[in-house]
């Protein structure tokens, strides 16, 4: 949670927000556009690209189309650039797009005669689209597209390149509709969503879903969550795949049934609710035993579970540091805050945690672990608190598999970074939304920050009012239920290393939300009075500055309409 920031996240934050949320400006393709750039999808390995001081390589993994992607490694004086020269027809429009994977990507185009372009993205763990427009001049026949990392970030990865436009004379790769998909299967089903699977299809960009006959869903993986279905009814799902020749024909048909009944997203917690983390450490804030958390938490947040050997499975230990003599003793303390009305869960990751979720075992391995951690202890659920990537595909899929176990009183938390909720085509967004059917609230961290946009496009600095309302409407108004959406703060100005406010500014941001009171300067169009409520980094903080934190926020949240 308490996450120090490099100084890149701080100096490109506001940029990385108007990159995530900006929708690319795409032509519509005439009959005689083609992809004019060659080996687009790297099965030729590193032929017509030319990368700098050797950065760049194709690997057979991670992959999103055929059987190779390129993979650029920056060095600490080298982002890893891979160029390619294309030829193109003055005075035409091109759109340039370009799957990528890893943190820090760009994708760009210069020498066009008119106006060079480029976008980025900070990363994710799984594949995402990055897409541009550009035109060329009156004199202009070549241009050299480009993708590249960041000095001393990780490797980046980027796959099916696109530059999409008239043919400038050279040509392009020949492109055939892809196979129809094999091996469709349907996996856990919730009461609302069903998740499929099938075999990757070699050259195909991306797949379309059908349910009864109708597309209901286009991804870029071989799987997806189908939602929003009704409970206990039976339902026919094929998939079919396409590129830019076309779309195969649909796959063999796989019937799932919903269950009568399952997630619901915490039907214990009530309906508005002061969340509290929870330290199973000493980091020289007060030491506390979960019997000493105030009563004006109703959701304790345990932080935080343990990353193991095999991936995606989480364990759990308890830190001799917080006083507990006994597990038992641990145990007693949650039971105990149960049957006073509270939820206790289990948070994972945290700034330091490493849990990786991006394969179907490791989905597995994640859903099965936590289940039994909740059994072992009694925990109500688990908080997804992953500040180092996500994958919004398999995390979904583990997520619906632990609440296919854990039944409908799961409690189900998340609470990514700012940056991670700026758009709906965010990992972590994606997650929430994959998840709604079982999701009980989303406390992102107004804090440790720099500036971020708002819901109306304009750019606020933490630490205000401003910031907590207009970027809380992104969220109301991007798909999320109110009930899901809560606020959270530090508990002191030791908390966090920046974007502590005072309660009073909590507060006011409650009512502007809810009352459509206590606004500053900006005011949102509607007012959500079934926000779930707020969120603090934690209570062993507000223990340190006498509780003053839960002792103002806890009430004015109780109190919301």
């Not at 934050?13 to 009959?31: I, R, S």
């Not at 106006?115 to 060329?136: C, M, N, R």
């Not at 947040?301 to 364990?315: K, W, Y």
Request: charged share 10%; hydrophobic share 35%.
């Amino acid at each position: 949670m308490d996450r120090a920031r490099r100084w890149i996240k701080g100096a490109l934050a506001v940029t990385a927000a108007a990159a995530l949320g900006v929708t690319a400006l795409a032509t519509t393709a005439q009959a005689a556009d083609i992809n004019v750039a060659k080996n687009a999808g790297f099965e030729s390995d590193l032929s017509n690209w030319t990368c700098s001081a050797g950065t760049g390589s194709v690997v057979g993994s991670p992959v999103h189309g055929g059987a190779k992607a390129l993979k650029g490694t920056p060095t600490a004086q080298d982002t890893a650039q891979c160029s390619q020269a294309v030829a193109v027809k003055p005075n035409s429009t091109y759109t340039l797009s370009s799957w990528v994977q890893g943190s820090y990507v760009y994708l760009g185009a210069s020498g066009t005669g008119t106006t060079d372009v480029s976008t980025w993205t900070p990363g994710s763990s799984g594949w995402q689209q990055l897409s541009t427009t550009f035109t060329t001049g009156a004199n202009t026949t070549s241009v050299t597209v480009y993708t590249h990392g960041w000095y001393g970030q990780s490797a980046y990865y980027a796959d099916d390149v696109s530059v999409l436009g008239p043919d400038g004379g050279g040509g392009g790769d020949p492109v055939v509709i892809p196979a129809v998909p094999a091996g469709l299967a349907a996996g856990t089903a919730t009461s609302s969503s069903v998740d499929l699977s099938w075999n990757p299809v070699s050259g195909a960009t991306g797949y379309n879903v059908y349910r009864d006959g109708s597309k209901v869903a286009s991804v870029s993986g071989a799987s997806a969550t189908v939602t929003g279905l009704t409970a206990a009814t039976s339902y026919s799902f094929q998939v079919s795949a396409t590129n830019s020749a076309g779309e195969s024909a649909k796959s063999a048909a796989v019937t799932a049934r919903t269950a009568t009944s399952g997630g619901g997203g915490g039907s214990t917690v009530p309906k508005h609710a002061v969340t509290g983390y929870w330290q199973n450490f000493n980091n020289g804030a007060t030491v506390q035993k979960l019997r000493d958390v105030p009563s004006q938490y109703d959701i304790i947040a345990v932080s935080f579970a343990d990353a193991t050997s095999t991936p995606g499975q989480i364990s759990f230990t308890l830190d001799p540091a917080v006083g507990y003599a006994s597990a038992a003793d641990f145990k007693a303390d949650i039971a105990a805050k149960q049957a006073a009305g509270k939820s206790v869960i289990l948070s994972v990751g945290g700034e330091k945690g490493s849990v990786s979720v991006n394969s179907d075992a490791s989905a597995t391995a994640f859903a099965d672990s936590a289940y039994s951690l909740m059994q072992q202890y009694g925990f109500d659920g688990v908080d997804i608190d992953l500040e180092n990537g996500l994958n919004s595909t398999y995390m979904s899929k583990a997520l619906h598999q632990l609440s296919a176990k854990a039944g409908a009183k799961l409690v189900l938390t998340m609470a990514p970074q700012t940056i991670d909720m700026q758009s709906t085509s965010g990992e972590y967004f994606k997650t929430a939304l994959n998840v709604k059917d079982i999701l009980t609230v989303v406390n992102m961290q107004y804090y440790n920050s720099g500036s971020m946009l708002g819901c109306d496009g304009k750019v606020y600095s933490q630490g205000s009012v401003d910031f907590l309302t207009a970027l809380a409407c992104i969220q109301l108004e991007g798909g999320l239920d109110p009930s899901q959406v809560g606020l959270g703060v530090p508990a002191s100005t030791r908390g966090a290393g920046s974007g502590y406010v005072d309660p009073s500014v909590v507060n006011n941001a409650l009512d502007c939300l809810t009352r459509g009171t206590g606004c500053g300067s900006f005011k949102p169009a509607r007012t959500y009075p079934g926000l779930r409520g707020a969120m603090t980094w934690s209570t062993n903080w507000d223990a340190t500055a006498g509780n003053a934190w839960s002792n103002s926020v806890g009430p004015k949240v109780h109190s919301l309409p």
